[in-house]
């Protein structure tokens, strides 16, 4: 025990309903480890768990896009035509980002 960071042990006890209501609140965070969260709360008094599900499909979709127009410009600067098919999928990329944002929007309205 010498060697463990967090030497100092305390306890405090709870009723059946009240651990209950710990591991239903510690299931709604996703988390499994009690120790952590107990010792979270008590220092902070709340957790705040960010879904950035939305945000990365996103970040994704930009990538996505950012690499078909580098391809793009590439073959433009070496060949000097531009395809009327690459507009058409740069638009189509385009709709996907605004659809995602527009998901995004009312998910949090």
Known sequence: M???TRPIRIEFCVTEQE?????????????????????K??????????????QKKL??????????????CRRINQTGHFYQDDIVELKAK??????????SQRAEL
Not at 41 to 54: F, L, N, P, R
């Open 2 to 4: 010498a060697d463990r």
């Open 94 to 103: 385009q709709c996907e980002i605004w659809e995602l944002l527009k998901q």
């Open 19 to 39: 651990k209950k209501l710990i591991q239903q609140k510690m299931a709604q965070l996703g988390t499994h480890n009690m120790g952590a969260y107990l010792r």
């Open 59 to 72: 970040a994704a979709a930009v990538s996505r896009v950012a690499g078909n127009i580098n391809q793009i």
């Open 41 to 54: 709360m008590a220092i902070d008094g709340y957790i705040i768990k960010v879904d950035y599900t939305e």
